[in-house]
């Protein structure tokens, strides 16, 4: 439990059929680090041979508020994370 606010962010991604969501959100967790409080899939959906899953983030640190900074590292982080390592289409 932190007394410091907490912010929202949502991430969608394209990935091949037959990736499974835990795949993915395991990138996410693993990627955002230990300012990701919560993830929650709140879309699928599949087209042309694609599955597209999207996450609600809930971003808190322990110590302070967050900055846009501290906000924009974790994105960019989870963002190459799924683009560079897994090969998947963030939308």
Known sequence: ??????????????TPAGTSSETVQGIVKTSAGELLNRIDLFDTFE????????YRLVL??????L?????NKVMDAISNALKANA?????
Request: glycine share 6%.
């Open 60 to 65: 808190q640190a322990n110590d302070r508020t």
């Open 47 to 54: 087209k042309e041979g694609k599955v597209s899953y999207a």
């Open 67 to 71: 900055s846009e900074n501290d906000l």
């Open 87 to 91: 090969g998947f289409e963030v939308r």
């Open 1 to 14: 439990f932190s007394t410091y606010p907490f912010a929202l962010r949502d991430v969608a991604v394209w």
